[in-house]
Every structure is written in C-alpha cells, then in structure tokens.
C-alpha cells in the first residue's frame, strides 16, 4: 500500500506499507530512490505483522520499486500506481508523484502477480 502526502518545494513525504509475511524477520524496501540498495531501507515490523517504511521523495517523477524479504523472495506492492517489466523478466511496482496525473493501473500485470 502507498500513502503519499505533499510537502512544500516539490517533495511528496511517502509511507510504503506491506501486509505481515509468513516466515519473514526483515523486509527492505529496494528502488530507484536508493540506487538499487538491497540494505539501504529497512523496514519496520509493527505489532500485527505488518511492514511500513517513509520516504521523502522528490515530485513530478515516477519511482520503480519492489520489496526484497530475507528469504530472497521479491515483492511487488499490490496497491502500486503502475507496473513496469524489468530486465530480469519481473515486474517493478511503480510510484507515480506526477501532480494531476491519474495513475496507470496495468491490470495485466496486477493479475499476473496472483498467479
């Protein structure tokens, strides 16, 4: 899930929320706004199992992101504006912080993730 909230001079203050996952003991989110980094954000682990990280970020631009658990899996954010295909042959979740831009659900991509 993403929550988004506009700050002054252009930045967008983002929460990234992931429900509890089975078996997992940390959860880093993993994007474009860290260069990649499998370590650079950390998630928090809340009460009930669930997962949250807030970011500040820069606007009128689109971030693509994933979650990465310490078992290896990869997550996608299933409430994500978009979807975009990697280079690995995944799909990217998408924040878009675009000012009136309406966000691009990509259906396809969103029931692919339930197979």
Do not use: C
């Amino acid at each position: 899930m993403i929550k988004k909230r506009k700050m002054t001079n252009n930045k967008y203050r983002v929460t990234f929320s992931m429900p509890a996952l089975e078996g997992v003991t940390q959860l880093h989110l993993v994007g474009e706004f860290n260069d990649w980094s499998e370590t650079a954000t950390p998630m928090q682990k809340a009460d009930d199992g669930s997962w949250s990280a807030k970011l500040t970020l820069e606007g009128n631009r689109e971030y693509q992101y994933r979650y990465l658990a310490d078992n290896g899996q990869w997550h996608n954010d299933w409430a994500a504006d978009a979807y975009v295909r990697n280079e690995f042959g995944a799909d990217n979740s998408v924040v878009s912080l675009i000012a009136g831009e309406s966000p691009r659900k990509k259906i396809a991509a969103r029931k692919k993730l339930l197979l």
